[in-house]
């Protein structure tokens, strides 16, 4: 009996942790929009994202307490990731720059191939082949967003940068959290990541000497709705579904949010009329595997997520 109820016990969790997870890809789904928005660009957009963020989780108590048990060897390896994470937002903002909202969300979806790939080599576990599988189907999708496309070459090498840096730094973090706390990680993470691109930003003002580091009011707001409501909130959440859910299972349920990316991006900024269909039939081979997922985990991982 006490077994059973375990079982039922952890069912649950999972199901909370895919819940959370989706709640997280719908307020990520809105990082793009306010991104196109905010007129910066996309290095001082992301230092003034984490600043604010880093700010935010100042005024939680539970960070303190949780910080005190991050050994000095985790904290390093947490800032490494944390540089990962700033790396990867810079290029999918330089995406969008330099491209558009739809065509760097798809590039974006590469994710769960990336991750498909190097998860086992990471983790030691087995291989899945469905996962792989599903990885290919995903390539003629990014081939035909590139080849009908070829105009935001700059912008879709950004996007598939991003990616592969989302690929890794979310396998990295899915053995962070089964460790410690995902606010203090979120914490470490973010302003190891602000300290980094703080040094870079000299770096960055001698290669662009006309570019603008100061936000207007107008992009002040957006910034904030940007730090509270799509950084702060989701990214402690999506590190707590992880405890309970694979990193592939993260990355491809991720995938979801060009779906409402794309869908805004129509309908604030009519970018269906930049695009043609070569490109939509490309993100809907990406979305077709998104959605294939779970009826193939269910039949062939009985036991695992």
Known sequence: MYKLNQIKIILNEKQKAYIQIHICVFLWGFTAIIGKLIELKEVPLVWFRIFITCLSLLFIPRLWSGLKEIPPKSILQ???????????????????????????LSCLST????????????SHKKVKLYEI??????IPGIYL?????????????LGILAALLSS?????????????????????ELGSGLVFLTFLLPVYIKIFPDVNLIPSIHDLIYLTILALCCTTFPYVLSLKALKHISAFTSTFTVNLEPI??????????????????????GTSIILVAIFIHPLLRKKFDKTGV
Do not use: D, R
């Not at 994710?111 to 990471?122: D, G, M, N």
């Not at 599988?133 to 995903?138: A, D, E, R």
């Not at 080849?147 to 879709?156: A, D, N, S």
């Open 111 to 122: 994710a769960s191939l990336l991750t498909s790939l190097i998860e086992p080599l990471v």
């Open 78 to 104: 947490l800032a490494i990731i944390g540089c990962l994470v700033c790396v990867h937002w810079i290029c999918f903002y330089g995406s969008i720059k330099y491209s558009n909202v739809s065509v760097a």
């Open 168 to 188: 890794i730094f979310t396998i990295l973090n899915k053995h962070m959290v089964m460790k410690y706390n995902s606010l203090s990680i979120t914490f470490i």
């Open 145 to 157: 967003i590139f080849y009908f496309t070829k105009f935001y070459l700059t912008g879709i090498i």
């Open 133 to 138: 599988f599903l990885g290919l189907i995903i």
């Open 260 to 281: 409402y990316g794309i869908i805004m991006a129509i309908i604030i900024f009519q970018e269906n009329k930049e695009l043609n269909s070569g490109f939509y039939l």
